[in-house]
């Protein structure tokens, strides 16, 4: 997630969440010679939950992110005080630069698409969450400097994009730039809370299923005795299957599994899913131009995460960083 990116989750999170977290005196981590708060931890951190709960719908899977996301979001805040340390010796020439370029940021992304242009409204309910003007504002400063400082240091050198790296990016992602892709699917369907069992008994009964079906078992015969979903009478078909005809969240794990092999037990809406692909259908492919686009885009992404990366590497090699 880029600074940016958590500023707009942290700033929706504050409005909609109520009062941010109490501040409090723990030392997360020091980075050369400058604390980062548990409470900044704390605050980013909720902040973080609102783009988990839209990856992960599934309470399971969402519950399993969480454990790393912590260690995440404490990376996130050294990271950025690595980088605000660097800007240090830009300060006088273009802290008016970043002044002027937060407050765009804030009128563009917040008062007018949020607030449809009503300032005092975008204040009030910035006093209501619990936040001063000057605390968000310091916010959205972190943000252009981290911009700033990534475009001066971490540029991207190479520009030009291959037509050999188009095609070997479209080879490993053709799925991606279909309309229409078709699958023929199979699944039985368990739930996590079941009538007379336990979460603890449902789990180790779709364990024992999978384990049947891997070795050889007909997948209509276990869906008809075991899945408990409206397919179940059919022994599990689906039939022919497109992407508008299952949640979002299904969709892109079904996608991807290998055809007329028995799927791992997978997780969605507190219940458990095996699944079996018999067969599949390409659809079309997207217009050349808009793939070539959206293509390069994608690879000059890349790159600049790459290059992002090793100038982060760089500065966290030559700090002074103690996790406490």
Not at 73 to 85: C, N, T
Not at 159 to 168: D, V
Not at 226 to 233: I, Q, R, T
Request: hydrophobic share 40%.
């Amino acid at each position: 997630m880029t600074f940016r990116t958590y500023s707009l989750i942290a700033a929706v999170s504050l409005m909609v969440a109520g009062p941010s977290v109490a501040e409090k005196n723990g030392i997360a981590a020091v980075v050369n010679g400058r604390p980062v708060l548990d409470s900044q931890v704390e605050e980013l951190y909720k902040a973080s939950e609102l783009d988990l709960m839209r990856r992960f719908p599934d309470p399971k899977e969402r519950e399993a992110e969480r454990v790393k996301l912590r260690s995440r979001v404490l990376d996130q805040l050294i990271d950025q005080e690595l980088v605000l340390k660097e800007f240090e010796p830009f300060r006088g020439a273009f802290d008016s630069k970043v002044n002027a370029y937060a407050e765009e940021t804030i009128r563009t992304q917040f008062v007018d698409k949020m607030f449809e242009g009503k300032r005092e409204n975008f204040l009030k309910e910035l006093t209501s969450s619990g936040m001063s003007y000057k605390k968000f504002f310091e916010q959205q400063r972190k943000n252009v400097i981290a911009e700033m400082m990534r475009g001066q240091f971490a540029a991207v050198k190479e520009t030009y994009i291959t037509e050999e790296e188009k095609a070997a990016y479209l080879k490993a992602h053709a799925a991606e730039y279909r309309e229409g892709d078709r699958l023929k699917l199979w699944s039985v369907t368990i739930p996590g809370d079941d009538l007379g069992s336990t979460p603890a008994g449902q789990q180790a009964l779709v364990r024992e299923i999978r384990t049947k079906l891997a070795s050889g078992d007909d997948f209509a015969t276990i869906a008809r005795t075991y899945s408990k979903d409206s397919k179940a009478e059919k022994g599990g078909s689906w039939d022919w299957v497109e992407e508008k005809d299952l949640a979002p969240a299904m969709w892109r794990v079904v996608v991807k599994l290998e055809d007329r092999r028995v799927s791992e037990v997978i997780t969605f809406g507190g219940n458990y899913y095996i699944f079996w692909i018999e067969g599949r259908q390409a659809g079309k492919m997207k217009p050349k131009e808009e793939v070539d686009a959206e293509i390069e885009r994608r690879i000059m992404i890349e790159r600049k995460r790459v290059a992002t990366e090793k100038w982060m590497e760089k500065l966290r090699k030559k700090a002074t960083i103690i996790r406490n």
